[in-house]
């Protein structure tokens, strides 16, 4: 019987890789928070993994995709030192 494997999560900085791994269907959710130390980060939740394979393995996605994601991930950051943001329907403050 196969189980089905729990996502898993990990944080990142990087805006341009965090827009990135969300053109992935294998990421459920990319969050940006706002930690302590005042750099925002990304959570990533989903196989977080096999996303990063597919891109070290130069795996084709849509340059748009990419482009609106990073452009998001951006604006997240911008945002989060300010007054916080709503992304993907997530509030954060």
Known sequence: ????QQ?????IEDA?????LETFSEITDVLP?????????FRIIGDVKSALDKIYQNH???????LKAIKSA????FSLKGNGYEWNGHQTR
């Open 33 to 41: 928070q706002k930690p302590p130390n005042g750099r925002v980060q």
């Open 7 to 11: 996502p898993t999560e990990q944080i």
């Open 74 to 77: 951006r604006q997240a950051i």
């Open 60 to 66: 084709p996605i849509g340059a748009l995709d990419v």
């Open 16 to 20: 341009i890789l965090a827009g990135i």
């Open 1 to 4: 019987m196969n189980k089905k």
